[in-house]
Nanobody, 124 residues
Framework: QVHLVESGGGLVQAGGSLTLSCAAS????????LGWFRQVPGKEREFVAG????????YYADSVKGRFTISRDNAKNTVYLQMNSLKSADTAVYYC?????????????????WGQGTQLTVSS
């Protein structure tokens, strides 16, 4: 069992930066694939970024590639999402997810564990 708690959301101006954190408990993240997703009202939850453990691979949605960076600190059992050059289109509730698979999935059903989400609002 993995319990995930996101933090760091808030209000930021377009062009600004913010880092989301997701602290895990219950199990070490050493052999866990991690993902960040986001969701806006009325739309499906969408993949943002993922991190595998077997080769430290990272994957990004085209919409955030070059602007967002996913990273993990296994010593702190925490995963981060560094977001730069934020746009109003990035406004959403952001969720972190975890699953004991070697590579991250871009699909919601690819993750067994989810956080409660943190709101990011980007003002234009």
């Amino acid at each position: 069992q993995v319990h995930l708690v996101e933090s760091g959301g808030g209000l930021v101006q377009a062009g600004g930066s913010l880092t989301l954190s997701c602290a895990a408990s219950g199990r070490t993240l050493t052999r866990i694939a991690l993902g960040w997703f986001r969701q806006v009202p009325g739309k499906e939850r969408e993949f943002v970024a993922g991190s595998g453990w077997i080769d430290r691979s990272t994957y990004y949605a085209d919409s955030v590639k070059g602007r967002f960076t996913i990273s993990r600190d296994n010593a702190k059992n925490t995963v981060y999402l560094q977001m730069n050059s934020l746009k109003s289109a990035d406004t959403a509730v952001y969720y972190c997810a975890a699953d004991p698979r070697p590579f991250p999935s871009a699909e919601v059903h690819g993750y067994a564990y989810w956080g409660q989400g943190t709101q990011l609002t980007v003002s234009s």
